[in-house]
C-alpha cells in the first residue's frame, strides 16, 4: 500500500522536448491577398504580429483600411459567378486539394500556430491542424451533395461572404468558415484575429498552390476596424462571426434593417456537471480537458463546474492533485500542457476577474509553477465557495479558471447548469445512460458532451443558444447558412 502511495506520489522531471522552430517559415512581413496574390495595403498599415510566450516579433502584418476591405469585396464579387458556375465536383476537388495541402504543411502549420498564439504544439499538432484539414475533407466531399443536406430543396449560393474569425483556434476556425461557403459555392472575404494572423496568411499560400481561381479566397488581416467595415460594406451577402458576445451584438445591430444573413458563435459559460455514479477518475481527466485545454480560451470550456454534493470532497482532491502535474510553459515542448495567455489584453481580463473572484469571497487555489518572466502566462487556477451570482460564475474569463458549485439532485444540477445568459455547451457524467439522457435533453446547450469534453468532429454541428450566438457550424447543419433556398 505505502509503495503505491509512494509511486502515485512522484512528481516526474521531463526533460524539455522542443518541436523544432524550422518548420517554420515565417516572412518578415505580410501582405493583403486580395483577387490571388498578396498585395500592399493601400490605405491601411503594418503591425508586428507577437509570439505570446516570449514578446518576440514574429513578422509585420498588414492591417487592411476600409478601402483594402472594399478591393478584397470587389475581388470576391468579380470571382463569385465563374466560382458558383463550376460544376459542383470541380468545386470539391479544389476543397481536397486545400485539405491535402494543410496535411502536407502540417508540422509547418502546428509551429507557427504554437509560436503565434501561444497554444501546446502537442494540441496545435495533433488537434487545430488535423482538424483543420478534416473540416476541409468534409466539405470536399459535401460539395455535390447539398441538396441531399436540405432535403431536395434547390438553392443558390449567398454569394460574397464576409467571415470574422477569433484568436483561439485559428486556423481551425478559418477553415470551419470557409469550407461550407466555398462547398456551396459562395466566395469568401475572410478577416483572421489581430494576434494571430500567420496560419491564415499560409493558408493564403495554400488557395495559391491549390490553383484556387482568384478572388475566391481573400484574406484581410487587420484589427477590429477592418472586421467593423467589413461588415458594414456595401456588397456583402453573408456575415459569419465567431467571438465576444459584444462584438457579436455591435454586428447584429449594424446589420439590422439590412438583408445580410448573419451567423454569431459567441461566449459560453458551459456547465460541466459531475454525477455522484460518474467514474470519477474518468471525469477528473475530463474537467482538465474542458477548462485547461488551450489555456481555457475555448468558447465552450467547462468553466463552470458542477459537483453532486456527495461526492465533491473527493472530487476536489482528485482534481488538485491532478492540476498540480500540469505542465505550464513553452509552446513548444511537447510535454507542455498549459501553453501562453493568448495577448497582454486577454492575460488583463483573466487577471481583472480572478481578483474580482477574491474580492467576492471565493476561495482562489492556483497551482505553484516557474513562469517564465517574458510573455503571457497565468497558472491553472481553482475557484471554491463560488455564489451562483459572483462574476467568476457568471462571466466568461477565457482563461485557465474554474469555478465549482456543488448541487444535490439532478433537478437542481439542470437548473443551475441553465441558469446562464449563455448555451453553448455542456457536460455530463454519470455511469447512468438514461440519466445522461434526461438531463442532457434538459440543458439549454448547442453541445452536451457524455462522459467527456472538447471532442469536435467536422460532421457535428456546433453553435448555441441565447447570448452565445445562433446558426450551427459543422456537418451538413452548417450548409444551411451559406446558401438561398428558392
Ligand atoms: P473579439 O470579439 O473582439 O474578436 C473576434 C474577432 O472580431 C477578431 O477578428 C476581432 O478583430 C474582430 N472584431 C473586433 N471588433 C470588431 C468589430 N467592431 N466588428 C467586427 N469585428 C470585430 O474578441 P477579443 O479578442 O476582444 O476577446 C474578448 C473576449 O471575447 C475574450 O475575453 C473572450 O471572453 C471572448 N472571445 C470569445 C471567443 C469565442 O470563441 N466565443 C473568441 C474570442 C474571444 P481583432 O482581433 O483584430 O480585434
Known amino acids: 500500500m505505502s509503495a503505491i502511495v509512494e509511486r502515485t506520489a512522484l512528481r516526474w522531471d521531463y526533460a524539455p522536448a522542443p ?188 488557395c495559391q498552390e491549390a490553383e484556387l481561381p482568384d478572388g475566391v479566397v481573400n484574406i484581410v488581416t487587420g484589427d477590429g476596424t477592418a472586421g467593423a467595415a467589413l461588415v458594414r460594406a456595401e456588397g456583402i451577402d453573408k456575415i459569419a462571426f465567431t467571438g465576444s458576445t459584444a462584438v457579436g451584438k455591435d454586428i447584429q445591430r449594424a446589420l439590422a434593417g439590412r438583408p445580410t444573413a448573419l451567423t454569431l458563435e459567441l461566449g459560453g459559460k458551459s456547465a460541466n456537471i459531475v454525477f455522484e455514479d460518474a467514474a470519477l477518475d474518468q471525469a477528473v481527466e475530463g474537467i482538465i480537458e474542458g477548462i485547461f485545454f488551450n489555456q481555457g480560451h475555448v468558447c465552450c470550456a467547462g468553466s463552470r463546474l458542477l459537483l453532486q454534493e456527495s461526492v465533491a470532497e473527493e472530487v476536489l482532491r482528485k482534481l488538485w492533485e491532478r492540476m498540480q502535474r500540469l505542465r505550464v510553459g513553452d509552446p513548444l515542448d511537447k510535454n507542455t500542457d498549459v501553453g501562453a495567455i493568448n495577448s497582454r489584453e486577454q492575460l488583463d481580463r483573466i487577471e481583472a476577474l480572478v481578483a474580482e473572484g477574491e474580492r467576492e469571497g471565493a476561495t482562489r487555489r492556483s497551482i505553484a509553477c516557474a513562469l517564465p518572466e517574458a510573455g503571457y502566462w497565468f497558472p491553472p487556477t481553482l475557484f471554491t465557495d463560488v455564489a451562483p451570482a459572483n462574476r467568476i460564475a457568471v462571466e466568461e474569463i477565457f482563461g485557465p479558471v474554474v469555478s465549482v458549485t456543488t448541487f444535490r439532485s439532478p433537478a437542481e444540477a439542470i437548473e443551475r447548469a441553465n441558469n446562464s445568459a449563455y448555451g453553448l455547451a455542456a457536460g455530463v457524467w454519470t455511469d447512468n445512460g438514461s440519466k445522461a439522457f434526461e438531463v442532457a435533453s434538459a440543458l439549454r446547450a448547442g453541445v452536451v458532451w457524455q462522459n467527456t469534453y472538447n471532442r469536435f468532429d467536422p460532421t457535428a454541428a456546433f453553435g448555441g443558444y441565447k447570448e452565445s450566438g445562433f446558426g450551427r457550424e459543422g456537418g451538413p447543419s452548417g450548409l444551411l447558412p451559406y446558401v438561398e433556398l428558392v
Open 19 to 206: 518541436e523544432s522552430r524550422d518548420a517554420a517559415r515565417i516572412a518578415p512581413s505580410y501582405d493583403l491577398f486580395i483577387g490571388g496574390s498578396f498585395v500592399a495595403p493601400a490605405d491601411g498599415r503594418r503591425a508586428p504580429t507577437l509570439n505570446p510566450a516570449t514578446e518576440e516579433v514574429l513578422s509585420e502584418v498588414a492591417f487592411a483600411g476600409p478601402g483594402d476591405v472594399e478591393r478584397a469585396i470587389e475581388a470576391a464579387r468579380a470571382a463569385a459567378p465563374k466560382w458558383a458556375g463550376l460544376p459542383a465536383l470541380e468545386r470539391g476537388k479544389y476543397l481536397f486539394r486545400i485539405a491535402r495541402l494543410i496535411q502536407e504543411r502540417a508540422r509547418e502549420l502546428a509551429v507557427v500556430e504554437s509560436l503565434d498564439g501561444g497554444k501546446p504544439i502537442r494540441e496545435s499538432r495533433d488537434i487545430d491542424i488535423p482538424l483543420a484539414a478534416a473540416h476541409f475533407f468534409s466539405y470536399a466531399g459535401w460539395a455535390d451533395k447539398v441538396s441531399y443536406a436540405l432535403g431536395g430543396r434547390d438553392w443558390r449560393p449567398r454569394g460574397v461572404v464576409g467571415q470574422i474569425i477569433p484568436w483561439n483556434f485559428p486556423l481551425l476556425m478559418a477553415a470551419w468558415k470557409l469550407g461550407p461557403a466555398l462547398a456551396c459555392g459562395n466566395t469568401a472575404v475572410l478577416k483572421p484575429a489581430e494576434t494571430t494572423p500567420l496560419t491564415a496568411l499560409l493558408l493564403a499560400e495554400i
